[in-house]
């Protein structure tokens, strides 16, 4: 398919004078849904339908999310309205499409706008596809119809004609006093046939990028090339800014490997002066920051740039590749905030799970991967490479939206039944519903926060198919979603408007900007939290110096659990520990229910337990012989 248990990372805390050890929460791994740190939560917020659902729609194609505003983009929609809030009640124009703009105020979400192009098509002409991406910053938004067909060039020109179709455009759209209205008609400096500007847009503030996946100069600088059509499917980029309300194109981007087929501005992203662009399409084998660019062995492994601005002039600042490249990986969905960039491969293939973890078995094909990398004054280097904690075959996991140090990604193919949030994830009875994972940084060091669900999952929804992410608000969509429902939380129970679709807002409580959230360990005392705790009937529980294994599918696997069949909850009593094994006896409670954890520490054990991995783990019958397995709760390292 070609188109963001839990884990968490808890900061240094004191313990207590003199000795301090502080934990770091590594892996919360859910048990049936169950486990949960109270002291971080996720929630569904909203269920979001457009005003006007129709059938194949796909109301959630795009998603994006400023402060207290979303928009969602349903690319074919059909009404032959234009401007802002016309007449959404006829299906004269089939794909034209259509972008819905909703607010919040307190928890409450309603819709604001209905926004179509101003220059949609008369009945029957075919679909522009408006509103196939769309990108907000304030109070201003931009929308891709990649299918108008407009000859004009440039800024605010003639919208009327159809003589270059499939060239694409772009619109901007600016609010004042809750009221939407139309300020810029964005067209390519150098229009052409079947180019599909605004397949792609980004924006920050006064900056604007627009990418045309198939535009086709050999190019391979800035600025330079723009008239030969020599490198079908090349791609290209264009940077337009504002000043006052002036829009004008600023820069015109090119891969510095530019070759045909590379679909370069298939995927844009723009933070400040930092533009990044994917070609999901590039070829060449390297791996890294900065690479050979020069051959072309591993075709569509994908590339991502990254381009800088000084002054009003702009340059190619990095070429980043997959520190596992490898042909038909599809490396190119792209993301940025700060010094951060983001990229996606949705058709990488390891099985691995979570974070760095073994990436050279390819056995999971298209599972799916994303790759952080990082800055430093100019110079960028890999920081993480993410997989979903469930890892399966066609998950396509690699769709990303970063914002500070929360990442999201969507994986549009997951297939698990799942509801929610941080349900159960090893039931894939529900091919292509879709899932969204978050992630958050403590410094250098990533953890998945959460994994998210529709709350009203089925096949083929593809939730995760568009994420995006401010500060603690995170959008899914999901374009396949079949519900009547119009507007804000309506009826999600019925199937019968296919590929409708959906978008789904989460609201995380708990964090602040540069925060996670707190968890204490207290010298001589107890450390308590609460979770939700799983273990076998009758079975004991107990934390562990060390790393927990097993040799049953339990077991404890590269820091990720596979769970047995569990049938019983139980509140998790911690007593009194020996020197190495922490050992409890877990008492019943009802199903669902939540449980206390209190982990005593001995006074004088700190010095010599930092440095060191405390497991939580659970024998399957009574510890004379019983079978050790790795927990649902938690797995905490000790540092000073």
Not at 83 to 106: E, K, M, P
């Amino acid at each position: 398919m070609i188109l963001g248990g839990a884990s968490l990372v808890v900061p240094d805390l004191s313990l207590g004078a003199p000795d301090k050890v502080a934990a770091e929460l590594h892996t919360v791994d859910a048990c049936d849904a169950r486990d949960s740190l109270t002291a971080v939560a996720i929630a569904q917020q909203a269920y979001l339908k457009a005003s006007n659902t129709e059938t194949f729609d796909v109301f959630g194609w795009s998603v994006s999310v400023s402060g207290d505003t979303v928009v969602v983009g349903a690319q074919w929609e059909a009404s032959q309205a234009t401007g802002v809030d016309g007449d959404q009640s006829d299906n004269l124009s089939s794909g034209a499409g259509a972008v819905y703009v909703f607010v919040r105020n307190g928890a409450a979400w309603a819709q604001q706008a209905y926004i179509k192009a101003s220059n949609t098509e008369p009945p029957f002409f075919g679909g522009d596809e408006f509103g196939a991406c769309v990108a907000l910053s304030g109070d201003t938004l931009v929308v891709g119809a990649p299918i108008e067909g407009s000859k004009s060039k440039g800024v605010n020109g003639d919208e009327d004609n159809n003589f270059a179709l499939a060239s694409g455009a772009a619109y901007v759209f600016v609010r004042k006093n809750g009221s939407w209205s139309q300020q810029a008609y964005l067209k390519a400096s150098n229009t052409d046939v079947g180019d599909e500007f605004g397949g792609a847009v980004a924006i920050c503030g006064d900056t604007i990028v627009v990418g045309a996946v198939r535009e086709q100069s050999y190019s391979t600088a800035v600025g330079r090339g723009k008239d030969d059509n020599s490198a079908s499917g090349a791609g290209a980029a264009y940077v337009f800014v504002r000043n006052g309300t002036t829009w004008s194109q600023q820069a015109y981007l090119k891969a510095s490997n530019s070759e045909v087929i590379d679909f370069f501005g298939g995927s844009v992203a723009v933070s400040g002066d930092t533009v990044l662009v994917g070609a999901a399409g590039e070829d060449s084998s390297a791996t890294g920051v900065n690479g050979d660019q020069s051959d072309n062995s591993a075709v569509d492994s994908g590339a991502a740039y990254v381009f800088v601005r000084d002054g009003t002039t702009w340059r190619q600042q990095a070429y980043l590749k997959a520190s596992n490249t490898d042909a038909k990986d599809f490396f190119g969905s792209v993301s940025v905030s700060g010094d951060t960039a983001v990229v996606g491969a949705w058709s990488e293939d390891s099985n691995a799970t979570g974070v760095d973890g073994n990436q050279s078995d390819n056995s999971a094909e298209d599972s799916g991967a994303s790759y952080v990398f990082v800055r430093n004054g100019t110079t960028w280097s890999q920081q993480a490479y993410l997989k979903a904690s469930n890892a399966n075959a066609d998950d396509s996991f690699g769709i990303p939206a970063i914002s500070g140090d929360i990442l999201v990604v969507g994986a549009l193919g997951e297939d698990s039944r799942a509801v929610g949030v941080n349900g159960s994830q090893r039931n894939n009875g529900g091919h292509d519903a879709g899932a969204a994972y978050v992630y958050v940084r403590d410094g250098t060091t990533w953890g998945q926060l959460a994994y998210l669900k529709a709350s009203n999952t089925n096949v083929k929804d593809l939730f995760g198919g568009r994420v995006a992410v401010s500060g603690g608000t995170v959008v899914a969509g999901a374009y396949g979603e079949s519900s009547s429902a119009t507007g804000v939380d309506g009826d999600q129970t019925d199937n019968s408007f296919a590929s409708a679709g959906a978008a789904y807002v989460f609201e995380m409580s708990g964090l602040s900007e540069n925060d996670a959230p707190s968890l204490s360990l207290a010298s001589g005392g107890q450390q308590v939290m609460t979770l939700d705790g799983c273990a076998t009937r009758a079975g004991w529980s107990y934390w562990i110096l060390g790393s927990v294994t097993g040799t049953s599918p339990g077991q404890d696997v590269g820091g990720v659990h596979v769970p047995i069949n569990l049938d019983e909850y139980f509140q998790l009593t911690l007593t009194q520990p020996d020197p190495t094994v922490f050992r409890n006896f877990a008492g019943q409670l009802d199903p669902f229910g939540t449980g206390t954890a209190a982990l005593v520490i001995p006074a004088g054990m700190e010095p010599s337990l930092a440095g060191t991995t405390l497991s939580h783990a659970y024998l399957a019958g009574p510890p004379s012989g019983g079978i050790e397995f790795s927990s649902n709760a938690v797995s905490v390292l000790l540092r000073p």
